[in-house]
């Protein structure tokens, strides 16, 4: 792990924007050499950052911190051969690299790379792992790894290794985000397709099919309908109902009965407009609240991915035709995790990050059905998930209410009583009722008692908070892009928005 | 803050400007609640309610105006709604320029600004908002002339200390240092004070252009700002809320225009992918979610959403609008390029504000000319049938670093 943390200060990309936070000072890494070896005299005296200077000023005063600094990282760089460059004795590893799948197989895999690195060979009981090409780079790279010729022994060098292993201009994107990731420290896998997701995708076309079932019948006007109504359709009533209509609507003297009817209560004010074939509907409806003026108000379909099956008939249709030939470009490569102890490359946790990568020479930003069929194909999260954080969020809401309600009751009690003369009795009471509460309740009693109550409006902005939270974070399925540019990498994080599934509630 | 929120709900009190209907109290007790209650429910069925209709006047060059005060202010103050074309967002110029000129001394929209700055800086209260970005611009200005002092005077200390290398005197040097640092923080908020000083003068004095402003009779000021709508604005009033009259200027008549003609208006032509109607589809479904939906020019996007509006708190999110169409190659013609996103991200997250790409999903031309074409009997579009072919999809789209995210 110690040696993680240093592999940073090899990394010589620093991110304009984060110079503050990134900027390599060679003081640090001096300060630990000299407290672990005395062989770096030069650098004992440690210089701490200053202020940014931004022109060369003509000083000599300029110039001695300049060369303060230089001196200080030829120092180290110069007396650190053992300690951070070339290969460590004790962590030197040996594999053989097959060139027919591009792998390589390592013998006796120690040390604490591989965590994330390399897959177990099945069929052989022997202690011995394959690496992938990029992870054979990498540990060369860093110096941990010598590669050896499968066929005749001999070693291979730096030079050939990448010429061997990186057979495209994609494989060089990918190595550059793999090496940049596993940096930072994060846990990087293969992302694998057939296996990881088989069953959901099986549950989702299955779902598909299901979906395209129920909408097939249906022509483009009842299609608007909400699904909800589709299902009630099996209702007796229902069915009675829209038979009674279409018989109106077809018989042209019934017909115009029902019209001039509606004409004359509208007229009287007793029937309001509909909303939005005239302008008259706000003129003629009372509101109670502007919730329920909302959801009249509701009319625009938009993407929900907590409905999955229901709302994706579109988007596959499209993109199954059209999409094959690019299926290679928007493809998930990698699985990556947060740096964690207890991870198992037997038995991977849900992965943190799904990275796709893309050169931004070769195309711009992805079509939404790209990112949209990426997205099904990778939602690990359950149907269910969301009704049950719902309920979960509404119990603690309840709660809440339930708790200031006693509350304001408890207020209530306690100022009809300090009209009377024994204020302190009661408070002492109150204290009394406090301590026998659970402990929920007498926490919030005690605030009660320090003028900290949860009132309505608290509680509202409470919610409100958490509201727009959840609406920040969008669905819980991220993907991220990493873009290179010409071998600078930019990553962007991209979520499904859930801003539309919800209406605020203001009052 | 409390208080300031109580302050700002009671002059916004609506999200739109429809009024919903008050019940009374009903104590179960009592019989005569009971009876008001029930002639309330009465009403709540059979009148129909008081909506009062702002006029819009469109005028060459497709822009959108409410000149009436009344109905600026209601405009305004329910769901913000347009922008003051003299001011910065709320058409506050005529008030600001009563103030300016003595007319008025504590002007009513002051009010909530008042509260605002009481905590902060008693001096500021009688400002418009206008006047405090004012104010801060030049603190601001004046903070940067001093820092460059500052810097001068540090090389011209460097170059001392060439001359002289001794120990001694560098750490004179560093103190030196220190004690211009305070200083400046000092001179600065001194100079706060004096600059307020001025603007309150600068109050007093009359500019020569003033005299066609003062309507002498009545003691007034002409009232010459008048309140933009964006065109789906308009179109979300007169449409979904049936609340304003739009007219046109015909020679020297004014024309009331039906939804259908101002809808007609508004395109630029009559296709699927229409940005009006792309725009209209977002604006719409925002606004009926409960956000206040004003536009993102500033943040180089299409729409910024508000929880509540501008006064209560700063903008969420900001929305760029996408097409998506059924045929696939076009998207592909059609997508951004990487830089021009993330240079729109990097802004927006400067503000800090989240960025989404809303796509909406264009009907073929087939369906879409089959509403536009199936007009009823009074040759009326059926927008809701024409809205309905649209869908909108959020991505969120954000900046990621990867030594930033890993805990």
Redesign the interface.
């Known amino acids: 792990m110690e040696y993680d943390s240093e592999d940073n200060l090899y990394d010589n990309e620093v991110d304009e924007e984060d110079v503050k936070d990134n900027f390599q000072d060679w003081g640090i890494l001096s300060s630990k050499l000299s407290s672990s070896s005395s062989s770096a005299n030069a650098a004992s005296n440690l210089f701490k950052k200053g202020n940014k200077d931004f022109e060369p000023d003509g000083t000599n005063y300029q110039q001695k911190l300049l060369n303060n600094s230089k001196h200080r990282m030829y120092e180290i760089l110069r007396n650190s051969d053992e300690k951070f460059r070339g290969h460590f004795h004790k962590n030197h590893l040996e594999c053989l690299y097959y060139h027919d799948i591009n792998k390589a197989v390592i013998n006796k895999p120690k040390g604490n790379y591989f965590k994330d690195i390399g897959t177990v060979n099945r069929y052989n009981s022997d202690n011995q792992l394959y690496l992938n090409w990029e992870e054979l780079l990498y540990l060369m790279e860093r110096g941990n790894l010598e590669v050896f010729n499968s066929t005749n022994g001999v070693p291979i060098s730096v030079q050939n290794c990448y010429s061997n292993c990186i057979k495209s201009n994609h494989d060089l994107d990918k190595y550059l985000v793999y090496s940049t990731l596993k940096r930072h420290g994060y846990l990087i896998q293969r992302h694998n397709e057939n296996q990881d997701n088989s069953d959901d995708h099986n549950d989702y076309t299955h779902r598909q099919n299901l979906q395209n079932f129920v909408f097939n019948g249906q022509d483009d006007e009842k299609s608007v309908i909400s699904t909800d109504v589709l299902i009630n359709n099996d209702n007796f009533f229902v069915r009675n109902y829209w038979s009674i209509i279409k018989l109106v609507n077809n018989n042209s003297t019934l017909k115009l009965f029902k019209n001039s009817i509606i004409l004359y209560l509208r007229k009287k004010s007793l029937l309001s407009y509909p909303v939005f074939a005239s302008t008259k509907h706000f003129s003629s409806k009372h509101y109670k609240s502007y919730l329920d003026i909302y959801n009249s108000l509701q009319l625009i379909k938009y993407h929900n991915p907590y409905k999955r099956g229901i709302s994706f008939t579109n988007y596959n249709s499209n993109s199954n035709s059209n999409n094959n030939n690019n299926n290679n470009k928007f493809k998930i490569i990698y699985n990556i995790w947060k740096p964690q102890v207890n991870f198992k490359k037997s038995n991977p946790p849900k992965p943190d990050y799904k990275i796709i990568i893309l050169n931004s020479n070769l195309g711009n930003f992805p079509t939404l059905n790209d990112l949209i069929n990426i997205f099904n194909k990778n939602d690990t999260n359950n149907d269910n998930d969301y009704d049950y954080d719902n309920e979960k969020e509404k119990e603690n809401y309840n709660n809440e209410i339930a708790n200031s309600l006693k509350n304001k009751k408890d207020n209530v009690n306690s100022k009809l009583n300090k009209t009377g003369k024994d204020d302190k009795k009661n408070n002492r009471n109150n204290k009394n009722k406090n301590s026998s509460n659970s402990n929920n309740n007498s926490n919030i009693n005690n605030n009660n008692n320090n003028n900290k109550t949860y009132s309505a409006n608290q509680l509202k902005q409470m919610k409100q908070k958490r509201l727009m939270k959840s609406l920040r974070d969008g669905y819980d399925n991220t993907l991220l892009v990493a873009v290179v540019d010409n071998g600078i990498i930019s990553f962007i994080k991209l979520n499904e928005g859930i801003i539309s599934t919800k209406i605020l509630d203001m009052k | 803050m409390?208080k300031r929120r109580r302050n700002l709900n009671q002059l916004y009190p609506?999200?739109?400007p429809?009024n919903?209907?008050q019940?009374p109290v009903l104590f179960p007790h009592n019989l005569i609640s009971w009876i008001s209650y029930a002639y309330s429910y009465y009403r709540?069925?059979?009148?129909?309610?008081?909506?009062t209709k702002s006029d819009v006047l469109i005028v060459e060059g497709n822009i959108h105006q409410v000149k009436d005060e009344q109905d600026q202010k209601r405009l305004w103050c329910n769901g913000f709604f347009g922008k003051g074309i003299l001011s910065r967002s709320e058409p506050t110029w005529h008030e600001r320029t009563l103030v300016r000129l003595g007319l008025k001394e504590n002007a009513a929209y002051n009010s909530n600004n008042k509260n605002r700055n009481k905590s902060k800086n008693r001096d500021k209260k009688n400002l418009a908002s206008e006047d405090i970005t004012k104010l801060r611009r030049n603190e601001r200005n004046l903070y940067k002339k001093q820092r460059e002092k500052l810097e001068q005077e540090e090389?011209q200390l460097?170059?001392q200390?060439?001359l002289a290398r001794e120990s001694v005197d560098e750490r004179k040097v560093v103190q030196a240092k220190l004690d211009k640092l305070k200083e400046l923080k000092l001179k600065v908020s001194d100079e706060q004070k004096t600059l307020i000083k001025e603007i309150n003068e600068e109050i007093k004095e009359l500019r020569p252009e003033d005299k066609k402003l003062i309507n002498a009779k009545e003691h007034d000021v002409n009232q010459l700002e008048y309140l933009q709508l964006m065109p789906v604005e308009t179109f979300f009033l007169?449409?979904?809320?049936?609340?304003v009259n739009v007219y046109e200027k015909k020679e020297i008549f004014l024309k009331l225009l039906s939804?259908t003609e101002l809808f007609l208006k508004s395109v630029k032509s009559l296709k699927a992918d229409d940005k009006f109607i792309m725009k209209y589809?977002v604006y719409?479904?925002?606004?009926?979610?409960?956000?206040c939906v004003r536009s993102g020019i500033k943040f180089g996007c299409d729409f910024l959403?508000y929880?509540?509006g501008p006064p209560f708190s700063h903008a969420?999110?900001c929305l760029i609008v996408?097409p998506?169409y059924?045929d696939?190659?076009k998207?592909?013609h059609v997508?951004?390029?990487?830089?021009l996103?993330?240079g729109i991200n990097r802004v927006i997250g400067g503000v800090r504000k989240?960025m989404?790409l809303?796509?909406v999903?264009i009907p073929e031309d087939e369906?879409f000319n089959r509403v536009i074409n199936n007009r009823n009997e009074n040759d009326l579009i059926?927008?809701?049938?024409l809205?309905?072919l649209?869908?909108?999809?959020?991505?969120?789209?954000?900046?990621?670093?990867?030594?930033r995210?890993?805990?």
Request: charge should be positive.
């Open positions: 409390s609506n999200p739109l429809i919903v209907y019940f709540f069925v059979t009148a129909s309610p008081k909506l090389v460097r170059k200390l060439d007169s449409f979904s809320l049936g609340c939804t589809v719409h479904n925002y606004r009926s979610k409960g956000w959403i929880n509540k969420e999110f996408l998506n059924v696939e190659s998207n592909r997508s951004k390029k990487f830089s996103l993330s989240s989404i809303v796509y999903n369906q059926d927008f809701e049938k809205f309905k649209y869908k909108v999809t959020e991505i969120m789209y954000s900046r990621w670093q990867p030594s995210n890993r805990d």
